[in-house]
């Protein structure tokens, strides 16, 4: 079933031209296109199925700098700030708090980990503090267990995905903008070899600017203009149980379980890391960039089914402009959950929190991660195609560091002084022969 979603009514009519158009109704896609209008652009916000409708409900809606790969460290650091802005300045409600994040473990290897991160983490201004046994065994009294160590991170927090992306989309027509759901972008023309307009299935938007945050469907969209994306997605499964009074952490991980509060008495419920790989040809297009990472994590990933390509989000083929898409068939990735992780997943809940053996599970989904071969995204203008902005690959992270990715993406079309060093964010790391960098947080 699809996660929890608060639905939006669309702009009713399409523009003829604006100064952006953005691909993408995702988290991504609605702050961009709300920090492009805040800031004296017309822009219009298009999206083939309903704004936050894939994976920007589907996470754990954790907003943490804790074990950020030091890369993408700037950016959360920066996001944290714009969340708690975003809700002050537009009066919407994401859901958003600083209620800190908690991590505990058994591990030597994993707290040793920990620790290290720390350390850098502290030396650039990040709170972060590790737990000793005993610190760890009273935060976690709810689990009845001892534990070895573990991690408070003080300032990190947790925003809601079933409000935050109709909330930005909100405020975003507020300032003016337009958003058109229902709409898929089928592809980008262009004068000059710049971008010029983009096509939608309603019709033409002209526009100098074009900014893709299509989550999973990246790879593929730039492959029609010949842009070598690589990209792959896996399958995660998450569920949620009605806790009801049942005095459970907003945020909590430990290697068995991690446990979110949801809102109105729920708790989401996951295997961090636990996925499985449905093969497509785009994969195999891209399988030799993916084995370091796949190397370092094959331990929690196992072989999917036909789920990827009956999706058509992998897609290798070219596709008419003037002709349905593969974007209009499948309006919102919807993937199957495994049942075989929900089971797991409820059973070593249980085992952890004996409370949680008799609470209802109320739902449970499925979501396709897109991911790049480090795990870092891809943020910046395309060299080849004068306009085009990339934002993709968020690999899991992009809900809790969009405000600041957002920001960024509109620094860039404006500009402005980036909020942070764009240079590790580039699509050119990627290209043929070079070493991709895996973080080990």
Known sequence: MPAPLRFIKSTPTLPAEADAVIIG??????????????????????????????????????????????????????????????????????????????????NDQELETWARWGEYARSVGVKTRLLTSDQATQHGSFTGQRWKGGVHSQ??????????????ARALMALGGTVHQACAARGIETTGGAVSAVVTERGTIRTPRVIHAGGAWASSFCNQLGIR???????????????????LP????????SITYRGEGCHTLAISGRAMVDPTLQFVRFHREFIPMFRKRWKKTSP??????????????????????????????????????????LKRAAGLIPALESVPMVASWAGFVDST?????????????????????????????????AHLVADIVTGQDPIVDPRPYRLSRFMRGKKIDVSEF
């Open 25 to 106: 109704g995702g988290i991504i896609g609605t702050f961009t296109a709300y920090y492009l209008a805040q800031r004296g652009l017309k822009v219009a916000l298009v999206e083939k199925g309903v704004v936050g409708g894939e994976q920007s409900s589907r996470n754990w809606g954790w907003c943490r700098q804790q074990n950020r790969d030091e890369r993408e460290l700037p950016l959360a650091t920066k996001a944290l700030d714009l969340w708690e802005q975003f809700g002050n300045e537009s009066g919407e409600e994401t859901g958003f708090r600083r209620c800190g994040l908690f991590y505990v473990s058994n």
């Open 155 to 168: 300032m990190d927090g947790i925003a809601n995905p079933a409000l935050a992306v109709p909330a930005v």
């Open 229 to 247: 994306f690589p990209q792959a997605t896996v399958r995660q499964t998450i569920l949620a149980v009605g806790t009801g009074p049942l005095k």
């Open 250 to 257: 907003n945020a909590f991980v430990s290697d068995s379980v």
């Open 304 to 345: 999917g089914g036909l789920h990827g390509i009956r999706a058509g989000h992998e897609s290798l083929s070219r596709w008419r402009l003037d002709r349905r898409t593969p974007m209009e068939a499948m309006r919102i990735l919807d993937p199957t959950p495994d049942p075989r992780t929900v089971r797991l997943t």
């Open 373 to 405: 071969p480090d795990g870092v995204p891809v943020i910046g203008e395309v060299p080849d195609v004068p306009g085009l902005i990339l934002a993709a690959g968020f690999s899991g992270h992009g809900f809790g560091i969009g405000p600041g990715a």
